[in-house]
């Protein structure tokens, strides 16, 4: 008797583990929450926001950087996903785009080719990378080639996010208004 109520506690507890500790729940995932540029333009129709645009080639070394470091900098990924829709676009992918009524395509002219979208993204200026930030409505408000550390990046991101790129000049945020919103973080 004993032992199959021993037999009948382990068999309880061995449940209790299998199934009490297990979440329908999705924990956040790591990182900037990417999503394609067709999710985020469907998005912005919903729930508007910012958005930011990492445009990049497979074969860009400095996007491969940015990736690594800027984009896994704790107070980058923790601003992004609360404030943009954060989108990965490559500039070389061949799949077409279609956003509203406006249809985007590769273009194979040139040495490795480049899609319509990522032109019309840096101004028909391609360099990897380029962070590009969008209004609410879908508006380019700047592209930013280069890559940028994360502390730059923040600035960069901050600055356009909370609208001082309508009130001031970026320098001037920089020396001030940055260090005072941002000097205990």
């Not at 540029?37 to 070394?61: L, N």
């Not at 391609?126 to 592209?143: A, G, R």
Request: glycine content about 6%; aromatic content about 14%.
């Amino acid at each position: 008797m004993k032992r199959s109520a021993l037999f009948l506690v382990i068999a309880l507890v061995m449940f209790a583990f299998s199934t009490g500790f297990k979440s329908d729940k999705k924990l956040p995932a790591e990182g900037i929450q990417w999503m394609t540029i067709e999710e985020a333009y469907a998005k912005i129709q919903q729930e508007p926001r910012k958005i930011m645009i990492d445009v990049y080639t497979d074969w860009c070394g400095w996007c491969k950087v940015m990736d690594r470091e800027t984009f896994k900098n704790k107070a980058v990924v923790d601003y992004v996903n609360r404030k943009y829709y954060a989108v990965k676009l490559d500039a070389e992918q061949k799949k077409a785009i279609t956003l509203g009524d406006k249809k985007f395509e590769f273009q194979s002219e040139g040495g490795r080719g480049i899609h319509q979208l990522a032109l019309a993204l840096t101004n028909n200026q391609p360099s990897y990378p380029t962070t590009v930030f969008l209004d609410d409505k879908f508006n380019m408000i700047q592209p930013s080639p280069g890559y940028m550390k994360p502390k730059g990046f923040h600035q960069v991101i901050t600055f356009i996010g909370e609208d001082y790129h309508k009130k001031e000049a970026f320098d001037v945020y920089k020396s001030k208004t940055y260090k005072d919103l941002f000097a205990a973080k």
